[in-house]
């Protein structure tokens, strides 16, 4: 017994250098790059289906109900647009143009089912092996594996690591939001759904776009509701009945005047917030350290938990950005470091986004307000310009809304602190510039930097009037 015990220390006896706990995409990523550089990788991802009983296949959150599907609805509202445009532009379009929900969701659908087979086969080419059975830790070299059937599966690693991601809250002291309402993303798919031709509303208890600049927030909202979707300020939802037409009723608390106010509706999501998936794990077993407001575990610089051996990123980590290209990257170079192939660590600084709503918004580094906590009002420098893509003249387009923003040290070479867009492609606009970030950009960088006539992005690198000055920052001219 002594022997086998001194044999598992030293790694000699396990079934496996590397256990991942979760197949979305950070899981998946750091147990393929395992595999590659030599190591004995087994991945387990299981889902629990939702309140509504959905389930789906591999590729977690992102592939299956996330971003993969987000982006395409948001494409084909797009397209919605554009046939709109089009019209100005010379097409002739005869009859009424409308859209079939069933028809998008089902070639989505195909697409999604193509990813989540894809996954699969990359995981047998790479030599991992994929458990469809809900893990939980038992100790810091051991998982139970639990088939959907009940039948238990003990593996033992090396080295475990968590990649369970999260889920989507239901505000659960609302009488009628479990049995009536689903879960997403509140501006973006309020966007989509304005536009495909759908009567929507989105309430807000407070600010939209938390965390992210609040100037740049405006402006997304502002845009949103002259696109058509309607807001519901400063509310907060009461209860939900359904009637007996199968309508939802809702009930919701204005919170600046007390007032209380209802309306119908026939469908309802809520966008909440997640909760990262850290209940069935068996945490508390090990003392593995959470946030207790939160709920997500506490990690080190190299992704390791309070527990030696066991490692954690993605959503499921405190104070991590919830983007799966984050996710990808610190699963790879956990595993590099696990492999003893590599010492780097993840720079979650400067990690660029964008938020797919009608008008997109894309940004890199420090807000305004951030940035101003940081280094003082008096210590920043922000150039700004408003302008008017070349896309939105012939259709006769309003771009009030369309505005970007360099927030800089004021003093030195002016390092660019942060980089805000809005604007048609904002997404490939900021991925571009989030490069120079990585290089340390300077204002004076920006204006070396030729631009690429006609675009949006060309106008970043043009951007000469500071906010401190008062000055019109509208576009004029070609």
Request: net charge neutral; with cysteine; charged share 20%.
């Amino acid at each position: 017994k002594l022997q086998i015990c001194d044999n598992r220390r030293q790694g000699l006896n396990y079934d496996y250098d590397l256990v991942v706990i979760g197949g979305g995409s950070g899981g998946l990523a750091c147990s393929k790059e395992a595999a590659q550089l030599g190591q004995k990788v087994a991945v387990l991802d299981y889902v629990e289906p939702s309140a509504k009983g959905t389930k789906w296949g591999l590729g977690g959150t992102c592939v299956n109900v996330g971003c993969i599907p987000k982006k395409l609805m948001h494409q084909a509202a797009l397209l919605g647009t554009a046939v709109k445009d089009a019209k100005k532009y010379g097409w002739q379009i005869s009859g009424t143009v409308c859209h079939d929900w069933p028809t998008m969701a089902e070639a989505i659908q195909n697409h999604v089912r193509s990813l989540n087979w894809g996954h699969r086969v990359q995981l047998q080419d790479k030599k991992v092996k994929y458990l469809n059975i809900k893990g939980s830790l038992l100790d810091e070299h051991t998982v139970k594996g639990l088939t959907k059937a009940g039948k238990e599966t003990v593996l033992t690693a090396k080295n475990i690591v968590i990649a369970t991601g999260g889920r989507p809250k239901y505000p659960t002291n609302i009488p009628g939001a479990m049995e009536h309402g689903v879960t997403n993303v509140a501006l973006e798919c309020a966007g989509f759904l304005t536009g495909i031709g759908l009567d929507t509303t989105v309430m807000v208890r407070s600010i939209a776009l938390r965390g992210f600049d609040q100037q740049m927030a405006g402006l997304v909202t502002d845009y949103m509701e002259a696109y058509g979707t309607k807001f519901a300020w400063k509310c907060v939802p009461k209860r939900v009945d359904k009637l007996s037409s199968g309508a939802l009723q809702v009930t919701w608390t204005n919170t600046q005047t007390g007032a209380e106010q209802k309306d119908t509706y026939d469908s309802l999501l809520w966008a909440v917030g997640r909760a990262p998936e850290t209940k069935a794990l068996g945490l508390d077993k090990l003392g593995i350290q959470l946030n207790k407001e939160t709920g997500k575990l506490i990690v080190g610089a190299d992704e390791s938990t309070s527990v030696p051996n066991i490692y954690a990123f993605g959503d499921i980590s405190e104070g991590r950005p919830e983007l799966t290209p984050t996710a990808i990257k610190a699963g790879k170079l956990l595993a590099r470091r696990l492999a003893g192939q590599s010492t780097e660590l993840m720079d979650y600084d400067n990690v660029a986004t964008t938020v797919f709503t009608p008008l997109e918004y894309g940004c890199v580094g420090l807000s305004e307000e951030e940035a101003e906590k940081r280094h003082g009002k008096d210590g920043i420098e922000i150039y700004h310009a408003f302008y008017k893509p070349l896309e939105f003249t012939v259709a006769e387009r309003d771009a009030s809304q369309c505005y970007i923003k360099v927030v800089c040290e004021r003093g030195g070479d002016q390092k660019i602190l942060g980089l805000h867009f809005t604007g048609p492609n904002a997404g490939e606009v900021t991925q571009g510039f989030a490069m120079g970030f990585q290089c340390g950009a300077t204002y004076s960088h920006l204006l070396q930097t030729v631009g690429i006539h006609p675009t949006c992005a060309e106008e970043v690198v043009k951007v000469s009037i500071t906010k401190r000055s008062g000055l019109d920052a509208t576009v004029t001219g070609c």
